[in-house]
């Protein structure tokens, strides 16, 4: 079995191919790039690079790369496995007729980044000012037979958009006689054009660094936050703990309360180029059983993760936590920086929960011990139960996570 994934230029196709591109390296895709779309993948990883005859004249990046030249292989103008009603179209199209082409059969095909969709007000490619070049041929073609699209550089269109779904279809019932099957990876399943299944393992391999704030936070990431990088997770640090990795954000979770209560607050430089998430989440399908309904950031941030996983079908979640033991102790600093005057309402409550807590800024014990445990078990257990994985990579022997402990 050949197994390929395609790589167009959507809007969206630089952060999705970095979120999947080691799923794909480690289960055996050859990677093939489309037109610009070489620009994306890491010149190692292409095996084949496809460009029309006119791609010289026409394309908007040119690599100066030899190893990325030395991969590209120009779409003929026929091929054996026609369109059903012209001799070619659009380049995806023309790939996978190529590849069925030159494999016969019993081969597996992901569309990554093709969608189709075009919309006016937005981006309809990754490069330049997201509009992609228009092309004479293109803009005369979608004027005869896809006049909603005037104005947009719809290439795939021009033809008509109910051509263009049913050479889709006419594909998919040529793959399947040849004991071969096509898939779509895309963010926008729905909204796609593509008549094909989600690939439910490529959509999968999510792995995340939930960092907390203990005091030895530094330290940790000095040690070993390259390694989790490096190892493709995303670094998603919880309030304060952005300051540490600042340049390595992908999202920052934060309390709704932030800009009043936090120590460290990021510059919109800063922070232009994170995804910012603050905790007024929906709480579906779970949220805090065990705490009453109450909860803590870490807490919630586990929650988040698993109900955003749910919602977007995800098969394979790996959540590495660290520097978030919930241990405080009048003896040693309870945060990487300097904690600020304790909230009045947050002292009350450990004065009722953890009285011999009282005057360290223990914010996630203010609903008790027993009952923060209880709700790590929960999630430690909802987890395992839809086959996702959390580990603690703390470091720590002292901590109350319940979780299998795991460096990298």
Known sequence: MNKFVVVGSAPYVRELWHKRKQFYRDNGFKVIVINNAWKVVNENDIFIWYTPSDFDTNGSMFPSSEAVKSKRKVIPQFSKHLYSERSGGTSALNVLHMLLNDYKRDIHVVLLGSDFIYNNGTKTHFYGDGKGKELADVVNGIRRNAPEYIGLN?????????WLIKELNYINVLYKKN?????????HPTRSLLPYQQYKLGIGHIKILLLGSANYLKEWWRDNGQKYIDNGYDVYPINNSWKVCADSVHTWLHSADMEQCGTYLPTKKQSSKWNIKYNKWPRKPYWCDVMNKQSVMAVTALYYILNRALKDTQDNVTVAIACNDFIYKHTEPTHFYQEDKIIGVI???????????????????RFGTKPLIGELRRLDNLYKIHKYRIYNAGGKDETLLPFEKKII
């Open 154 to 162: 719809a290439d795939p269109l021009r033809y008509g958009k109910e």
């Open 347 to 365: 002292e009350e409550s450990l004065q009722k929960t953890n009285p011999e807590l009282a005057g360290l800024r223990a914010d996630p014990m």
């Open 179 to 187: 004991n071969s099957l096509l898939f779509k990876d895309t963010q």
